[in-house]
Structure formats: structure tokens, C-alpha cells
Nanobody
Framework: VQLQASGGGLVQAGGSLRLSCAAS????????MGWFRQAPGKEREFVTG????????YYADSVKGRFTIFRDGYKNTMYLQMNSLKPEDTAVYYC??????????????????WGQGTQVTVSS
């Protein structure tokens, strides 16, 4: 599976960004997927995940109500809509897929393939 993440950038606090993760190499509809992020000096953390069907989503408490994960099967692409961004959201964001699971784990060690990461910087 190949993953290509894009959409990061510099935005002011309160602004919005939409990240994309294009997948290839495997049937998209069979993949549970997730977004993680890693801020400078911190460990990578779970942000959100979506089931293979798109019917189940999970969010970290820090992003609930501000971020939305969704997927487009026709485009083989997963998205992360980020609204009301805060400086503490600044990080490199990674998309990932897990094989053989319906629901997305929150443990990064369970994921099988990762995208290259895209930088999100939120200025105060």
C-alpha cells in the first residue's frame, strides 16, 4: 500500500486546513485508516481513525468537535478537515492504514503502512 499525504501548511489560529491521504495498491474499501501527529519533542499520537466502511470514527479528546475524518471510496482518498485550529495542533501529520481490521486502532504499532507526513503549523 502506498500513501501520499498532502494539504499541510501555515495557518493562523482559528483557521482551517484539509489534509488528504491518497491510497493505492490495495482495495481502499477494505482498509481501516487513521491520522497521527507528532509535535517537536513529543511522541507521535493518535488523532483520529475511520473504519473501512466509514461508518465508525474515533477522535482524540483534544480534537473532538474541531476535526472531522472522512473518506471517498471513488477517489481512494481519506481526508482530515481541521477547523478552529490552535497553536498546539502544530505537528507533522501522518496517515496510516491497518490491514485485516474493520475498526481503526489507536495504537500506532498496529498500523502497517504510513504516509510521508505533512507539516501543519498554526500561528498564534
Amino acid at each position: 500500500v502506498q500513501l501520499q499525504a498532502s494539504g499541510g501548511g501555515l495557518v493562523q489560529a482559528g483557521g482551517s486546513l484539509r489534509l488528504s491521504c491518497a491510497a493505492s495498491g490495495r482495495t481502499f474499501s477494505t482498509l481501516a485508516m487513521g491520522w497521527f501527529r507528532q509535535a517537536p519533542g513529543k511522541e507521535r499520537e493518535f488523532v483520529t481513525g475511520i473504519s473501512w466502511s466509514g461508518g465508525t470514527t474515533y477522535y482524540a479528546d483534544s480534537v473532538k468537535g474541531r476535526f472531522t475524518i472522512f473518506r471517498d471510496g471513488y477517489k481512494n482518498t481519506m481526508y482530515l478537515q481541521m477547523n478552529s485550529l490552535k497553536p498546539e495542533d502544530t505537528a507533522v501529520y501522518y496517515c496510516a492504514v491497518v490491514l485485516g481490521k474493520v475498526l481503526p486502532p489507536q495504537d500506532e504499532d498496529e498500523y502497517d503502512y504510513w504516509g510521508q507526513g505533512t507539516q501543519v503549523t498554526v500561528s498564534s
